[in-house]
């Protein structure tokens, strides 16, 4: 590997999505693209196989489903890049826009993770220019460009991102025990801030995100809204456990939540089971503890450690369940 950029790629069952970032991404390895990783969350599609008409593309298989931090930090792991750039399957990276975010880190040292401007693919307006989180854990993304400014400071990157390589000799790693998918971003935010680096935007930089969703609640089933709901209060002991904020999240932010959700699955048949999961995953985080954040072998050595009521594609991994990186 001679690039200085390694780029992960987490998957799980979007086959056609990931070959056509491939198909974006492989002609492009080279001096500055080093190595593709894909690490796979036991997709049941045909990903394995289209994959492999990609040769040049590391390949792990995981057997079960550990979510997305958990994908992320195998990939990170097997990155030698100096720069590692973490992209969802559902995007299309505009030519050149790695190597910007590359070159922004280059230029500016006192940032650890960067990324770039998100558009919608399906009209090209702006999706996220970078994540904040107010004091009561409101997150919203910014929708507007500000070019007069060097750098572009938010508290988090979702989808797409851009990190230092060297961040993980110094502790920071995706607390996949934790923030197995929802929130993960916004605590790998925040540790790269504990370290004394900064969080940025970059503007010269674009990726199209292919996104499916809209409204308060993104991707509703029962695993993701059991997590979300269960990780916000787990963000909330960790960064913002103070008793005001307590007191507005649990008498406003709370049921406003509830009645979103009522609302967003209001034509489903399982609204009741996915109403219940919310509930669930808040108690839980209420009267569970934060586990200790793990170390970097721990993806690859410990066994599982996800508490026993979470689903079983949540729980985490044993130590035969990935097969070898294909090189």
């Known amino acids: 590997m001679t690039g200085r950029i390694s780029v992960v790629i987490p998957t799980r069952n979007r086959a056609g999505m990931l070959v056509r970032l491939l198909e974006q991404l492989v002609p492009r390895l080279g001096d500055d693209l080093g190595e593709i990783i894909v690490v796979d969350n036991a997709s049941s599609d045909d990903t394995e196989n289209q994959v492999a008409k990609f040769p040049q593309v590391r390949f792990v298989q995981n057997l079960q489903n550990h979510l997305s931090a958990h994908a992320r930090q195998q990939g990170w792991d097997l990155a030698t890049g100096t720069y590692v750039c973490f992209i969802d399957d559902d ?34 307006s702006i999706w996220c220019a970078g994540g904040r989180i107010n004091g009561f854990l409101v997150v919203s993304y910014d929708h507007h460009i500000d070019t007069h400014k060097q750098i572009i400071e938010v508290d988090f ?99 406003v939540s509830v009645i979103a959700l009522v609302y967003e699955t209001r034509k489903r048949v399982d609204r009741k089971k996915l ?9 839980c985080g209420l009267i569970s503890s934060c586990e200790g954040k793990q170390t970097r072998s721990d993806v690859a050595d410990e066994g599982t450690s996800s508490p026993s009521d979470l689903p079983l594609n949540q729980q985490g991994p044993t130590t035969l369940d990935a097969t070898p990186p294909r090189q």
Not at 164 to 192: C, M, T, Y
Not at 205 to 223: K, W
Not at 275 to 282: A, R, S
Request: proline residues 4%; hydrophobic residues 40%.
């Open 91 to 124: 995007n299309l990276v505009e030519e050149g826009s790695l190597s910007t975010l590359a070159d922004y880190l280059d230029r500016h040292e006192s940032v650890g993770l960067v990324g770039p401007v998100q558009r919608r693919w399906s009209d090209g």
């Open 157 to 255: 990157q979702p989808n797409v991102f851009m990190v230092r390589n060297a961040l993980r000799e110094v502790g920071v790693n995706f607390d996949w025990k934790n923030f197995p998918h929802n929130w993960s971003e916004a605590e790998f935010g925040n540790q790269i801030r504990r370290a004394g680096f900064l969080v940025a935007t970059c503007v010269e930089s674009t990726v199209y995100h292919d996104i499916d969703y809209s409204g308060y609640f993104t991707r509703i089933n029962p695993t993701n809204i059991f997590d979300q709901a269960k990780s916000r209060i787990t963000y909330r002991k960790e960064y913002r456990n103070d008793p005001i904020t307590w007191a507005v999240f649990l008498l406003i932010v709370l049921p």
């Open 275 to 283: 109403l219940v999961l919310y509930l669930k995953g808040t108690l």
